[in-house]
């Protein structure tokens, strides 16, 4: 269960969770992503731009040390690869913004 909004893409942890997801085994069929956006088609449309903008690289966490390590083991395993899980798997938040 991932429980996304438009700060799941600004959050470094959020982001390695999901990549350590995937590189130990998680199918994309077995994922049930949660939108949690805020109310109105304005929150929804956050959460696209966010998602349609996101690069791992770019992520933040709120502890300098745990950045710099996650950071570097992004880099180390490819930020395009990174970025390519975290979009296929939280693409559902686009699709709840087509419906509404």
Do not use: Q
């Not at 304005?42 to 966010?50: K, P, S, T």
């Amino acid at each position: 269960l991932v429980l996304a909004g438009p700060s799941t893409f600004d959050r470094l942890w959020c982001s390695l969770e999901i990549y350590c997801w995937f590189v130990t085994g998680g199918m994309l069929r077995d994922a049930v992503v949660l939108p949690v956006l805020g109310s109105g088609v304005a929150a929804a449309g956050d959460a696209v731009v966010a998602l349609d903008s996101y690069h791992v690289l770019l992520c933040t966490a709120d502890w300098d040390v745990a950045a710099r390590r996650i950071a570097r083991a992004f880099e180390i395993a490819s930020p395009a690869r990174v970025n390519e899980l975290v979009r296929v798997l939280l693409e559902p938040l686009a699709m709840h913004k087509k419906m509404r």
